[in-house]
């Protein structure tokens, strides 16, 4: 281990504490995820033990942190080497890990013992908010706006002390947003219109748009350093991201206003402009492979830049074609609260998010086993790497499909046929092909489950035994 942190920066030692922490956790989604699945087609599974909503919420939730868990270690990761400085407050950075880490471990330990209960002010601050995908206490609210103003402290005062790009600009300015937008998830209105527009702020522009940019980003520095893209490619698409995001993204935003009481041209903004945010990136990608295939086509990690490909590709798709399926407002008002959205949800956030962030720890493994060369003749052929590759996104292909039939039935049945009352769910519900696509979906969920599986065990042995050095990618900054 004295031999690891002698090749490492404090930010990368940090980075690597992130790297674990969100694997562990992406262990604990896929576990709530699955059972959750299972419930759906046996109700009765855990009933009054670990019911339904519960598992739901610890799903989802723990898939927000770990995703956040792995963009700040893939920033510690990088950053220094960017800066061309030691990460500025590694004391601090540490202590901002273990409090965030604790913080968390309360918060699902109170979701999995206290799951039932009165609704009182006491509870929204100690217990649970009650509102949908940010149930976190109070406490743990202002928890997260603190540690990400700590990460924003970190990263700013970095670049300050050393040197400024293109991109650390962007990545400073894009953190304000990450903690100044999670602020509008944190008061009460009685105006439920009001109330939800501001909770869309949350789930949406801080999720999705401030996200989006940190991703940018991250792959920006990534397709540098495992296919020696030039800077300026990448610089200027990303700012091409900044622009969309700022010109696009916001007015985008518009598609969650349909149904909750806000004034009519909602309906042909946000329809028009929701499904323009991934571009910029599938562009990135594709530009940085030609751009690299010019040049001989050098990379010293396959596993990283098959998963950077992944990502390119999975949010092309799952946040850009997937989204625009149901986000014309004529469409929407049959999918929205479908199995339809849950089908744009699953693929969305596999291949815009978890993607990057395993393509991140690739990146670190290689630097943790001593900068190795990682490609596909590797020791063991590669064969972990490439099965966990192929098995989680053919498992997320197939839940998207099988979600997107039971959607479809949904929206036929419940809404287009019974005019959306509780008859008409319940008959959805109960419909074969529904049901049938829900129990497909549980199949593909162990298929991914498996790729987790083999993924975390490549994690754990990628690079081990192997002697061969890195051969430095050619670059052209």
Request: glycine share 10%; net charge neutral; with cysteine.
């Amino acid at each position: 281990m004295s031999a690891v942190a002698e090749r490492l920066t404090g930010g990368q030692r940090v980075a690597l504490h992130y790297f674990a922490a969100a694997v562990v956790l992406f262990a604990a989604q896929t576990f709530f995820g699955i059972i959750a699945g299972l419930q759906f087609v046996t109700p009765e599974l855990f009933y009054g033990v670990l019911d339904f909503s519960v598992n739901r919420m610890v799903h989802i939730n723990a898939m927000v942190v770990w995703l956040l868990y792995g963009f700040i270690g893939s920033v510690y990761w990088l950053i220094e080497d960017e800066a061309g400085t030691e990460l500025v407050g590694l004391k601090l950075a540490r202590l901002n890990f273990w409090v965030l880490t604790a913080a968390v471990t309360v918060v699902v330990l109170v979701y999995l013992l206290v799951q039932v209960g009165a609704g009182t002010r006491l509870s929204i601050w100690l217990i649970n908010e009650g509102r949908e995908y940010i149930e976190a206490p109070r406490w743990a609210d202002i928890g997260i706006v603190v540690c990400m103003l700590v990460f924003f402290y970190n990263v700013a005062a970095t670049f300050m002390k050393g040197r400024w790009s293109g991109i650390s600009g962007v990545l400073v300015l894009d953190l304000v947003g990450l903690a100044g937008i999670y602020l509008a998830g944190m008061f009460f209105t009685p105006n439920v219109s009001l109330d939800q527009h501001w909770w869309w702020w949350v789930i949406h522009l801080w999720v999705e748009a401030t996200w989006e940019v940190l991703v940018g980003c991250i792959m920006a520095w990534g397709l540098m350093k495992t296919l020696g893209t030039s800077r300026r490619i990448v610089t200027t698409w990303l700012y091409i991201e900044v622009a969309m995001m700022l010109g696009s993204g916001i007015l985008g935003l518009g598609h969650h206003y349909f149904w909750i009481g806000t004034p009519e041209y909602w309906l042909g903004i946000g329809g028009f402009f929701s499904a323009l945010e991934p571009i910029p990136l599938v562009a990135m990608v594709v530009h940085a492979v030609y751009d690299s295939g010019r040049h001989g086509f050098k990379s010293t990690n396959h596993p990283a830049l098959a998963w950077f490909i992944a990502h390119a590709f999975g949010n092309f798709f799952g946040a850009g074609v997937w989204g625009f399926m149901q986000t014309l407002p004529q469409i929407n008002l049959y999918t929205h609260g479908t199995q339809w959205t849950s089908s744009h949800g699953h693929l969305a956030f596999f291949g815009a998010y978890v993607t990057i962030n395993v393509a991140m720890i690739y990146m670190a493994l290689q630097k943790w086993r001593g900068d190795v060369w990682m490609s596909g003749d590797l020791p063991d052929r590669g064969f972990k790497w490439k099965w966990s590759l192929a098995l989680t996104n053919l498992g997320m292909l197939g839940m998207t499909v099988a979600l997107l039939i039971a959607g479809y039935q949904q929206s036929f049945l419940e809404r287009a046929v019974g005019g959306s009352t509780w008859g008409a769910f319940f008959a959805a519900q109960l419909d074969p092909w529904f049901v049938q696509a829900m129990v497909w979906r549980n199949v593909f969920g162990m298929v991914f489950t498996l790729g987790v599986m083999l993924l975390i065990w490549d994690f754990v042995t990628i690079g081990r035994g192997e002697r061969r050095p890195m051969r430095a990618a050619a670059q052209s900054a």
